[in-house]
């Protein structure tokens, strides 16, 4: 059978399409959560209003789309760097938890009488934890040439049964009724509230900052180039004399680090104490940040607003409308599929078949 | 009688270029009709045609006489055609023989096709291993499967892309004495190249195609090769300058460099300040393992290479052209240049000027790169331009300027003008020789012997990982270099003058 159409390779990638891919995938998928919430009995509208609406009519509101985007920016900073150099670090995730459980460590150790210096304590504890997450991985790969995709993937359930164990054991609250989690965090050990009437913290901060940083190593950085060159042809990489240990150790540790610091400002921000369920699949959600931000960090820091966006707004069709709150994963999954679909028109254009046209 | 293929006013369109305009050509049983003409002059479009790959926009093609639609490779081959490509069309992870298993129409059994294999290698002259993958093999052997492959299906159409670029003059004689036969028996043979002296010897006739549209059509053996090149080009042949100054004091030196590991063969030669070496073979005999020894890409074990005297041990490729050892790859695409990035950023690769404290001066990478644009008539939109959207003698252009204009001590080029059109390569030959007058020591890695014998003050030969010694070119033949392409240079070696 023929279609009335055909996909005609284009002799370049279109730059428009570059960008207008991830808004109609965007659109897309708001299009296809309407059709869902009409098909789950309720107004089209409503999926709009929940997701898009709601969640932005207060200030309080904007502060937590800015709290969710928050880890989503630092951790799809760290992975556009390692994904530009072709390295696949899929365990953000991993290396978030890893952060969390070095500054929720060091955020134990505070009591009443530490100064405001001490959260910065907590961070740089958190980048540690995350950077030495990520260096397990570089190293098995380094000197191993083990798969870094399976290796980063599978120390993330490494680091959720390492989290659980704390804080299921030495590191559980005696006064917390048995429940898996630390003690809460003393004030010193919090991440100080940026905006007062919301729950927006320095995390956030730090997010734009890394996604400014990152965007002047890609753009203007040396190591930054090796990167980019390394992923776009290694063997070019080869040939300029860029050492691929180093590259490999660099996007990595960056990665790991910032990913870490997201575990950190999570465990000392929003939820204050460690517990087994840090984080609702952050690091993941983060490599469709990633991607639908084109491995931009500009691009990043819209696609983490939209994607916080989902997470609140599955949360309010939970509390609002009694929808199940796993909304938000097939809206995350929509978003990704619709992302891949329409990035075919990046290398091809649509054209329209003359009607009864013969076989030349 | 009616021809065996006939094509008439087809056209083919693609986004940026009409690669062929109205081409009509006409092949008969038994006639080996080359097709003639510079790089992207629209050959290989035409053929992939007549091979199914790519379908028209407009025209008419029979076959035997009957009107055909040739939709896929699959209908190609059913109808008898089959292509050998210039561009290899292998699965790199398989080995050889499950690759032309992969190509034949029936489901034959492994061992059936190796058996049919040897059988055609044999008969044809072209050995090959079939039990190894074909990641592991060189340029040329890979060729030598595709032919065999071709020859396997029993065509009656045998189209071969530029297929005597990777062949010594020996072997080259030797396809052609097959090409012969087989056209005796009947076949017809399509044969596509830029070589002059090949057509002349081998074709019937001759299509000469420029700028998508057929030109002429001659009998090439009542042409000269003169007659033929101002057909294909449209003007006169450019000119290779004159050279003739004496070389200086040896530059890179390489002692007992044993490139297949410990057991291998020991390497030497002596490249002087102001010459010109070059090193002939068919690719795949150790050439890629010597240029990445010398570039710094692969290390090797002992001392066995210094620069003006200076051991190059342990140094990586940014270190050695800091010392002024610069390279030119083989391949211009994902080695010498990245075909996603812009001329400024290519030239950022090996720029080691062009970024301070960790970042990158956008403004320098501009201008240097303007700068080889414009001092080696690089045609492209200007320094923003990405090194994929140019053509391959341009980006060839681009890059080898780009290390010439560093100013380097000694340059090691790989293939400097492979499936590059006549104008670039001429200009490509001339930069190196003005470098040379300007006291820089050349290594020049090629498969064309006609190139090396142009441009070298010395030669020497690469086969099965070793080296010939060094002969000046005027006191050898290319017979003789083509008799050394095999490994025989022991007897001839001392009587044609020996290493300087």
Not at chain 2, 17 to 39: F, K, Q, R, T, Y
Not at chain 2, 464 to 490: D, N, Y
Request: glycine letters at 10%; proline letters at 5%; aromatic letters at 6%.
């Amino acid at each position: 059978m023929k279609l009335p159409f055909a996909l005609v390779p284009r002799a370049a990638p279109s730059p428009i399409a570059v960008w207008l891919s991830p808004l109609a995938a965007l659109a897309a998928t708001v299009a296809c959560g309407m059709l869902l919430f009409g098909l789950l009995g309720r107004s089209p509208w409503q999926a709009v209003a929940v997701f898009f609406v709601e969640p932005l009519v207060s200030l309080r509101g904007w502060g937590e789309v800015g709290l969710k985007s928050t880890p989503l920016v630092l951790c799809a900073v760290g992975l556009a760097l390692c994904f530009r150099a072709n390295i696949w670090n899929i365990g953000a995730e991993g290396q978030l938890i890893a952060g969390a459980i070095a500054g929720g460590g060091v955020a134990l150790l505070a009591t009443k009488d530490s100064g405001g210096a001490f959260v910065g304590a907590v961070i740089a504890a958190a980048a540690a934890g995350g950077m030495a997450w990520a260096a397990l991985t570089a190293w098995l790969r380094d000197r191993f040439h083990a798969n870094e995709i399976l290796v980063s993937l599978m120390l993330v359930y490494v680091a959720q049964l390492l989290l659980s164990y704390l804080v299921h054991g030495p590191w559980k609250d005696p006064a917390g009724y048995g429940f898996p989690q630390s003690p809460l965090f003393e004030s010193a050990a919090r991440m100080p509230i940026l905006m007062a009437g919301t729950r927006l913290n320095l995390g956030f901060a730090l997010a734009l900052f890394a996604a400014a940083a990152a965007w002047l190593l890609l753009a203007r950085g040396f190591i930054g180039f090796q990167l980019r060159v390394a992923g776009l042809a290694p063997q070019a990489a080869r040939y300029a004399g860029f050492s691929e240990r180093r590259i490999l150790w660099t996007a990595l540790l960056a990665s790991g680090a910032l990913a870490g610091i997201a575990g950190g400002a999570e465990a000392a921000g929003p939820v204050g104490q460690l517990t087994s369920s840090i984080s609702p699949g952050y690091g993941f959600a983060a490599i469709i940040v990633a991607f639908v931000g084109r491995l931009h960090p500009a691009g990043i820091v819209g696609a983490s607003f939209v994607m916080a966006l989902f997470y609140i707004g599955g949360e309010l069709a939970q509390s609002r409308l009694g929808l199940p709150s796993s909304l938000t994963g097939v809206y995350q999954g929509l978003l990704l599929l619709f992302l891949l679909a329409c990035d075919t028109f990046v290398h091809n254009r649509l054209r329209w078949r003359r009607i009864g046209a013969a076989a030349f | 009688m009616q021809p065996r293929l006939s094509l008439r006013s087809v056209s083919k369109r693609y986004p940026a270029v009409l690669a062929n305009d109205a081409v009509s050509l006409e092949v008969a049983a038994g006639e080996i009709h080359a097709v003639l003409g510079e790089n992207g002059a629209g050959k290989s479009t035409l053929m992939k045609i007549v091979a199914g790959e790519v379908q028209p926009d407009d025209g008419e093609i029979e076959f035997d006489g009957r009107a055909v639609t040739i939709d896929g490779p699959q209908a190609a081959r059913a109808l008898g055609i089959a292509m050998v490509h210039q561009h290899f069309a292998l699965f790199d992870t398989l080995t050889v023989v499950e690759n032309v298993a992969l190509g034949l129409p029936r489901s034959a059994s492994l061992a059936d096709v190796q058996r049919d294999l040897d059988a055609a290698a044999a008969r044809y002259g072209l050995t090959i291993d079939a039990q190894r993958r074909v990641h592991d093999l060189s340029i040329g052997e890979r060729q030598r499967v595709e032919i065999l492959r071709a020859l396997l299906a029993r065509p009656r159409l045998l189209i071969l892309d530029e297929p005597t670029s990777v062949l010594t003059p020996q072997a080259v004689q030797s396809l052609f004495a097959t090409l012969r036969g087989l056209a005796a028996d009947g076949l017809a043979v399509l044969f596509i190249s830029h070589k002059l002296d090949e057509i002349r010897q081998i074709a019937d006739r001759c299509t000469i195609m420029r700028a998508g549209r057929v030109v002429a059509t001659v009998d090439p053996k009542r042409e000269s090769e003169a007659s033929l090149a101002r057909l294909m080009i449209g003007g006169q042949p450019p000119q290779i300058a004159a050279h003739d100054t004496p070389p200086g004091p040896p530059r890179l030196t390489v002692d007992g460099l044993r490139l297949g590991g410990k057991g291998g063969a020991a390497v030497d030669f002596t490249l002087h300040a102001g010459e010109i070496l070059g090193v002939a073979g068919i690719s795949g005999n150790g050439q890629r393992a010597l240029v990445s020894a010398l570039a710094g890409e692969a290390q090797v074990d002992a001392d066995a290479l210094s620069l003006d005297g200076r051991p190059l041990r342990g140094l990586g490729p940014r270190e050695r052209r800091a010392l002024g050892l610069r390279y030119v790859p083989e391949e211009r695409l994902r080695h010498g240049a990245v075909p996603e990035m812009t001329l400024a950023e290519n030239a950022l690769l090996t720029g080691d000027s062009l970024h301070r404290r960790g970042f990158v001066l956008p403004g320098a990478m501009r201008d240097f790169a303007r700068r080889v644009i414009e001092r080696f008539d690089v045609r492209c939109p200007g320094a923003e331009a990405v090194a994929a959207s140019l053509s391959g003698g341009n980006l060839q252009k681009f890059i080898v300027g780009r290390e010439i204009e560093s100013a380097p001590r000694a340059l090691i080029v790989d293939q400097p003008t492979w499936g590059v059109d006549v104008g670039a390569a001429a200009a490509i030959r001339n930069a190196l020789i003005a470098l040379r007058a300007r006291g820089c020591a050349i290594l020049v890695v090629s498969e064309e012997l006609d190139e090396l014998f142009q441009i070298c003050d010395r030669i020497m030969v690469m086969a099965r990982g070793r080296l010939s010694p060094a002969v000046p070119v005027r006191a050898v033949s290319i017979e003789t270099i083509g008799r050394w392409m095999a490994g025989l240079w022991e007897a001839d070696a001392a009587a044609a003058g020996g290493a300087r």
